[in-house]
Structures are given as C-alpha cells and as structure tokens.
C-alpha cells in the first residue's frame, strides 16, 4: 500500500474496509511522522501512543469480528490545544493553563470516540486563540510545512500544519476569526468553520463565547465532511447549540452541485489583495463558470467595518472570559506572593502577569476599555449593532446566490516573525474572514494552485447559516 500520507480520506477508509491496511498500522505510521518531522514544524504539543495504540488494537478486533464500526473506521486524528480531554493535558498553549488536565471530554471528543476515531494528541496554537500566525505559544514557534521559514498562520496552526504534514489525515480546530480558514489557505489543506451552534462548544476553551466554533480541518473536502458529520449535532450542554437536522455532509461533498450562483464582492479585489491570490481565485471562477455555474455581483457594504467590529466585540469577551484566571480558581499561581505584605489583589495582579503573553494582556485590556463605564455605549453597544448590520448584508446577498466566493486572507503565508512587532497589520490580515464569524454563518477554505513561491492559496467559500451542504457540494470540485 503507498504511504498513507499520500491517500484521501476515502482511500484510507476504503483500505480499512477492504482489509489492506489496519488502524494499528495508520496510528503507527502517524506516530513515526510526527517523530520524523515534528522536531522541526512543531505542530503537536502532546501525544499518547499508548492509548491510540490500545484503541486502535480495539477498533481492528472489532473489525475483524465483523462488528459495524462508526463513520472515521479508526482514523487517527489530532486535536487543537484548546479542546478539553479527560486527563490529558489542555495548556492553550499559555503558561497560565501549564499544568491543566480536565477531568472531562468535550462534546466532540465524545463524538469522535462514539464514531470510532482515534485521537492522537493535541495540537499547537496561538495563545489561548488569540494570533494568526502560532508564534504565541508557550509551546514554542509552529512551522508552516510548505515552507518552515513561514508561518502555517492561527491560530489553528498546529492543526493545519499537522495535516499538511501528512502527521493526521484529520484534525479539529477552532474558529473565532478565521482561525481555521486562515491556516488551511496558508498551507494547502482544507478547513471549515461551521455555523455558530452546528457544533457544541463543551469543552471548547472559551475565548469569544458569541463567535467560537469548533471545526474540521482534513486533506481534502470529503475529509472535512466526514469530520464534520461526526461532530455535528445537538448537545444540550450548551446553551448556544442549536437543535437543527443534520444533512449528509459526506453526500454533499461527493455530488456536483448544478445551476451553482456564486456571488462575487468586487471590494475583495483591492490594492491590498496580493497578485498572487487575484490570480489563483480568478482562474478558480472561471473554472467554476466554464463548469456551468453563474457568477453574480453582490455588495456587502458592512464589510468594511467588520475589523473594527471584531477587534472591540471578540477582546470584550476574551477580557470577560478570562476573568477567571485569577490564581485562585483557576490557573497559574504566582510564587511571589508573600501573604505577610501583599494582599488578594498582588495575587491576583502578579499571577496574571506572569500567566499571560503579551497578545492576551493586549486583547484583555482592549476589552476591558470597551466595556468600561463611558465607553460601553459608544464603543462595544455600537460594534453590535454594526454586527446586526453585517449579518443582514448576507442575508440579502443569499438571496440572490447560493455561495460567496473569494479572498481566505490578502498574501500567501508570510515569514514567520514578518509581523511580530505590528499587531494592527495582524489584524488586517484576517479582513476578509472575520464577518462569516460576526454573521454565524459558515465558511470554508480550499486549496487552489500554490503561488509561484510554491506557498499555498485557498479560496473561501460561503454560505446561508446551516447550508454546510452547499458550502461541501460548491467546494468538491476543488479538494
């Protein structure tokens, strides 16, 4: 059999079924890529060889007994750092959650388990979400596969970078920013952020509790579909999730979609959208128009705004979210404290500190600012009502189109430490992902043809809330 890291997913599945290869033999094979290259990208923090092993010894009797399995047949699979495991260690890759081991699996841990995967470890990323680039982390620095002198971006990083590794075939992330569609554009993977409430937030690590969603992150469209069929779904543990049927996703990515209206935003195509990205998204919609589909201009006149409107809603919450790590309840304790001359406060005060980076501190202290008495109303009550405006402009959009084309992000993957010192270009590099999370509605990113620096560029692709559906028929074509 060729090297698993160079099969689909439904390949992989296929040679399972038809008894040409084992899981025991995929986890073993992924354990020995994770050693060969992860010295160098950097992209698992953890991994648990034994219990993948054991679980994989169970799932290949199973088969061999002839028992039905669930839908990932003993996939291995890695899972972002932010993502509770019982017993496994969940840092967010700060300092303040070092020595954290949940005592429970998140929803979509239990999913994964219930359909028969097999998780591997778990996966770098900025600190606590917070970046674009996985350069955050206590855990160190995440190279980008394609190229380890660049970013893999964030802050899903570690996710994509292992997945464009050949480390996983499948991987979860999560997306408040574009943090899964970001890193899947820069390294040539496909990445989907379902809509807000598709998939329960148990267990996910809150950092905006109104715009994170956990999400698929696989080789190909097929992949992320299959993924997303077992994570999707009800859970009544969260009070976001929301109680909506599941579609056959895996169907959806297998079936050409007819009469396809994809909408095209002519503001995409500024002066600060790179050559190189025009051109592969360009090519890519004229592939889709020569397939039959019809491309419509369509306005989002909001748009503008929804970097200003996610740089004051997303740190207000963080900076409410992350109240709680105080030293006390929960998190790092400063050892400097000398309860003979300093009070609560110098505990409070110091083990924060020294809890936190520099990026957290920043997007707390925005947050905090907004939310503050005089600026509530003129800064963080005005961001939602821009939001509302920015979800109505989809709204009207898909009334004429079934998808959005366009831009993931403005450049192929940058060098890595290219925007270290300039937090507000980090931020303008996520313009053109950041609404899909302000609207609640779902989007994807697909590999197109890599950049002539042989860099990956995705495309993004979006969608009506829950028309995950359409969104894996429209992205089939290309991954």
């Known amino acids: 059999m060729s090297d698993p890291h160079s099969l689909s997913t439904a390949d992989l599945i296929a040679r399972l079924n038809g008894g040409e290869t084992t899981s025991r033999a995929l986890v073993e094979h992924?354990?020995?890529?994770?050693?060969?290259?992860?010295?160098?990208?950097?992209?698992?923090?953890?991994?648990?060889?034994?219990?993948a092993l054991a679980?994989?010894?169970?799932?290949?009797?199973?088969?061999?007994?002839?028992?039905?399995?669930?839908?990932?047949?003993?996939?291995?699979?890695?899972?972002?750092?932010?993502?509770?495991?019982?017993?496994?260690?969940t840092t967010c890759g700060s300092r303040m959650l070092n020595n954290f081991q949940p005592p429970y699996d998140a929803h979509v841990v239990e999913r994964i388990q219930a359909e028969d995967g097999?998780?591997?470890?778990?996966?770098?990323?900025?600190?606590?979400?917070?970046?674009?680039?996985?350069?955050?982390?206590v855990h160190g620095v995440t190279r980008n596969p394609a190229n380890t002198d660049h970013t893999p971006g964030g802050s899903s990083g570690g996710s994509a970078a292992a997945v464009a590794a050949g480390m996983v075939p499948l991987a979860l992330g999560s997306d408040t920013g574009g943090s899964i569609r970001q890193p899947a554009s820069f390294c040539g993977v496909v990445g989907l952020k379902p809509t807000y409430g598709r998939v329960s937030r148990y267990g996910l690590v809150a950092f905006a509790s109104s715009l994170d969603q956990i999400g698929p992150l696989?080789?190909?469209?097929?992949?992320?579909?299959?993924?997303?069929?077992?994570?999707?779904?009800?859970?009544q543990r969260d009070s976001t999730s929301v109680d909506h049927p599941v579609d056959n996703y895996m169907t959806a990515a297998t079936t050409a979609r007819e009469n396809l209206r994809i909408g095209v935003v002519k503001d995409h195509y500024t002066d600060g959208l790179s050559d190189d990205v025009r051109a592969a998204i360009e090519s890519q919609l004229e592939a889709y128009k020569s397939a039959g589909a019809t491309l419509v201009d369509i306005e989002l006149p909001h748009a503008k705004y929804a970097v200003a409107t996610y740089y004051l809603i997303a740190p207000s919450e963080a900076s409410s979210n992350l109240a709680r790590y105080d030293g006390i309840h929960y998190g790092h304790r400063s050892e400097q404290f000398d309860p003979a001359t300093d009070n609560l406060v110098d505990l409070y005060c110091q083990s924060r500190a020294e809890g936190f980076g520099p990026e957290v501190k920043r997007r707390i202290m925005l947050g905090t600012y907004a939310l503050s008495a005089g600026y509530y109303d003129a800064y963080y009550l005005k961001a939602l009502k821009v939001r509302r405006r920015i979800r109505e402009d989809f709204d009207k959009a898909f009334q004429h189109?079934?998808?959005?084309?366009?831009?993931?992000?403005?450049?192929?993957?940058?060098?890595?430490?290219?925007?270290?010192?300039?937090?507000?270009?980090?931020?303008?590099?996520?313009?053109?992902?950041?609404s899909a999370n302000l609207a609640g509605i779902p989007g994807i990113s697909i590999p197109l043809a890599?950049?002539?620096?042989?860099?990956?560029?995705?495309?993004?692709?979006?969608?009506?809330?829950?028309?995950?559906?359409?969104?894996?028929?429209?992205?089939?074509?290309?991954?």
């Open 401 to 434: 189109v079934d998808v959005i084309a366009g831009p993931v992000a403005p450049s192929t993957a940058f060098p890595i430490g290219d925007k270290a010192d300039d937090p507000l270009a980090l931020y303008l590099s996520d313009i053109y992902t950041l």
């Open 218 to 235: 696989a080789k190909d469209t097929y992949g992320a579909a299959l993924l997303l069929q077992t994570i999707a779904g009800h859970d």
């Open 55 to 89: 679980a994989a010894d169970a799932i290949d009797a199973r088969r061999s007994a002839g028992e039905s399995l669930g839908l990932l047949q003993g996939l291995p699979l890695g899972l972002k750092d932010n993502i509770c495991r019982q017993g496994a260690a």
């Open 118 to 137: 097999i998780v591997i470890g778990k996966l770098n990323l900025d600190e606590f979400a917070m970046g674009s680039t996985t350069e955050t982390s």
């Open 450 to 479: 890599a950049a002539p620096s042989g860099l990956p560029i995705g495309l993004q692709l979006q969608a009506p809330a829950f028309a995950e559906s359409t969104l894996l028929a429209a992205a089939s074509c290309c991954g």
């Open 30 to 51: 992924s354990l020995a890529r994770i050693a060969e290259l992860n010295p160098t990208i950097n992209a698992f923090v953890s991994t648990d060889a034994e219990s």
